[in-house]
């Protein structure tokens, strides 16, 4: 009796489930394909174990490493190898084959093949649910050519299907035996390789249903494989209240008309030293006060740097991670791909009911992609889209590269990608460095269109009147309107302002 599509066999690694629709289709076969020390063995193991988690029996058939070595490393990353069944045919078990022209499954000739009576007394006799046969490309060379290692493979895929077994064997990629065509015969393939930014997963073929597309990452770790599928923004969405998201400081919010709307991308952008990323957390203190939760992810700087100078601008970051109202993630670029930081994401989101997130900042966030600069665009807006569906304010920290000078909105031209735009400048006014803020784009409502100063104090953010007596503020270099008068009217801070 054939298993309905519906019912699938886990593979034992969540990510790679939810690449498959739920699992694997159970009585098929699949291939794992890869070069040396991608994690194939692990993937198997996390299978049979998976199987034995549910009340099944699994086989394990070695044809290359010996038993005692596989169950040595799998044991170490927490495999009950003592509940797997182990069928070693590798060469230091002693199986001798008389005949290397057989083919395996012919029940005539059962008799005369050493190796093969070994499989199908060995297959009988456990009788599994689950098979793993490692590495199924080790029977080429006991056989006399290709066609005849087809033959074996075809034979002995019918063999196993004939016994109801789902089954998962490995293949090696070489340039002395291609694999290619043992795709034909199999109901799936899973690849595992590596690029520029670490090791990839994807499923070329899949019979049955269909599969999540793209490029996925993994992870081999203490515990085994962790796979982290490419996110999927259209296929997450929950209802979200559309209002509008206080900074807690008036005169931004009056920029602002009001302040962020909720489920918005905002970009905060400008030269390093600005103040960015205080202006973005004072966005999360005032979420906190309501009893919201935010996270930030740092890209560019230490968690103790963040939070001393947080505490310096009077922004209770400590009292809010204490509180749980606030989460603050370091993460090292160079050692995560963007799948892996999108599954970081998405847990915050999904499993911890984050209402806003803060990526500080885009230029670190390129360096996941290891140089893979056109890819910025693509990963970011899947990003962007996903926490949108999911009614989550958003706010990305791009640092633009010149401190006066020529005004660029971004520096990694991703401003399609924002809501709302908020920019800082820096200002050289009669030999002094000052600041201004202003807002650039604001798509779900008007905006004020004045530029204002911008301090960062001891007490916290202080906004000035509009600087409606200067002109050329964009450049860093502002003039005067009237050179009769110093200061524009109302426009500067007293310095003892806070």
């Known amino acids: 009796m054939s298993t309905p599509l519906t019912d699938r066999a886990s593979t034992g690694v969540a990510g790679l489930d939810e690449i498959l629709s739920g699992g694997l289709v159970p009585e098929r076969s699949y291939m794992v394909r890869g070069q040396a020390g991608s994690g194939k063995t692990i993937l198997s193991f996390h299978f049979l174990q998976r199987g034995v988690d549910e009340g099944e029996t699994a086989l394990f058939i070695n044809l290359e490493e010996d038993a005692r070595d596989l169950k040595a490393n799998a044991a170490a990353l927490g495999f009950d190898t003592d509940a797997i069944e182990f069928l070693d045919l590798s060469p230091s078990a002693d199986v001798f084959v008389e005949d290397d022209s057989y083919e395996v499954f012919e029940p005539s000739e059962v008799e005369r093949e050493p190796l093969t009576e ?111 599928p490419a996110l999927q923004p259209g296929a997450h969405a929950r209802d979200a209240t559309f209002e509008q998201a206080s900074s807690g400081v008036p005169e931004i919010d009056d920029l602002l008309n009001g302040g962020i709307e909720r489920g918005t991308v905002s970009i905060v952008s400008g030269p390093t030293g600005v103040g960015k990323t205080t202006l973005s957390t004072q966005f999360m203190k005032a979420a906190a006060d309501r009893g919201e939760r935010s996270v930030i992810y740092l890209f560019e700087e230490s968690e103790e740097t963040f939070r001393t100078r947080a505490r310096s601008v009077n922004i209770s970051v400590d009292e809010m991670i204490e509180a749980g109202t606030l989460r603050v993630e370091e993460v090292e670029a160079l050692e995560r791909s963007p799948q892996e930081f999108a599954r970081m994401v ?36 899947a990003l962007g889209r996903y926490l949108k569906n999911m009614g989550v304010t958003t706010i990305f920290v791009d640092e633009t590269r010149d401190i006066t000078g020529e005004f660029r909105a971004t520096m990694e031209n991703v401003s399609y990608l924002a809501d709302n735009i908020v920019f800082l400048r820096h200002l050289e006014v009669d030999g002094e460095l000052r600041k201004a803020i202003g ?40 003039e005067m309107v009237d050179p009769d008068r110093n200061r524009p009217s109302g426009g500067w801070l007293d310095d003892g302002e806070s």
Do not use: C, W
Request: net charge negative; proline share 3%; hydrophobic share 35%.
């Open 118 to 228: 070994k499989i199908i007394e060995g297959v009988t006799a456990v009788d599994p649910d689950r098979v793993v046969v490692d590495p199924l490309t080790q029977l080429r060379f006991l056989l006399s050519d290709d066609y005849q290692f087809r033959k074996q493979v075809v034979g002995f895929m019918r063999f196993l299907k004939d016994r109801e077994a789902t089954v998962l064997f490995t293949v090696q990629n070489t340039e002395s035996l291609p694999t290619d065509d043992l795709e034909f015969i199999t109901d799936g393939t899973i690849r595992l390789a590596t690029a520029e930014y670490g090791k990839t997963i994807d499923v070329p073929k899949f019979r049955g249903s269909a599969t999540q597309g793209g490029e996925h990452a993994y992870r081999i770790t203490a515990e085994g494989m962790e796979v982290y």
């Open 439 to 478: 807002v650039l784009k604001k798509r779900m409502s008007d905006y004020e269109r004045t530029i204002r100063e911008f301090r960062i104090t001891a007490d916290g953010i202080a906004v000035g009147e509009p600087l409606s007596g200067m002109r050329g503020v964009l450049s860093g270099t502002p």
């Open 346 to 381: 998405r847990t915050e989101v999904e499993e911890r009911g984050a209402d806003i997130v803060m990526v500080d900042g885009i230029a670190g966030y390129r360096l996941t992609l290891h140089g893979e600069r056109d890819q910025v665009l693509q990963q970011l807006h």
